[in-house]
């Protein structure tokens, strides 16, 4: 088995669970939007609008995720692992896609939220100021989504040299035997 081959696994696994999360935000916003219209019609086009992105990148995303998993992996794995793999993967390779994985689940949950932000930032514009903290706090959520993008992006680029990092950190206390 090739260590992309490897990688496409997790990767059509966590396409499938996207879709799942969007089919549980339609509901959801379906259920807010019903609320959003009758307390506040004028929000009401925002909110769809938004709903509609946040949805729309999701089942996007997974749809990707899911066809294409082979052409992902080797986008995100290292050039040269393209040799085939024997039974016993090693360490350092398991983490590596480990890294990988979770850096993809940042990045499906963070790109959604950012745009949702992004749009209460712009909500917030037109709109009269409910308190004076709020754009702060919203240019501060804005702030830490950016942060947890750019986590996401790293994880998914750089897995193999956080992996030698994490190592040298481990092995950093343990001492050479003495004879």
């Not at 999360?21 to 019609?41: C, D, K, M």
């Not at 004028?42 to 082979?70: G, H, Q, R």
């Not at 994985?101 to 939220?113: A, H, R, V």
Request: proline share 4%; aromatic share 10%.
């Amino acid at each position: 088995m090739k260590y992309t081959e490897l990688l496409s696994i997790p990767i059509r696994v966590l396409g499938v669970y996207i879709f799942y999360s969007a089919f549980l935000a339609v509901i959801r916003h379906y259920f807010a939007l019903g609320q959003v219209a009758a307390t506040n019609p004028d929000a009401y086009k925002t909110y769809a609008v938004t709903a509609i992105l946040e949805v729309s990148i999701m089942v996007i995303t997974a749809f990707l995720l899911v066809k294409l998993p082979l052409t992902i992996s080797k986008l995100l794995s290292p050039a040269k692992t393209e040799s085939t793999l024997s039974a016993s993967i090693t360490f350092e390779q398991l983490q590596s896609v480990a890294l990988c994985i979770l850096g993809m689940y940042i990045l499906t949950k963070t790109i959604p939220e950012f745009i949702l932000n992004a749009a209460w930032i712009i909500h917030h514009f037109s709109q009269p100021e409910a308190y004076p903290g709020a754009l702060t706090e919203l240019i501060i959520n804005e702030l830490v989504t950016v942060v947890e993008i750019l986590l996401g992006l790293f994880l998914c680029i750089k897995s193999d040299g956080i992996g030698i990092l994490i190592n040298r950190i481990r092995k950093a206390g343990i001492a050479a035997p003495s004879n």
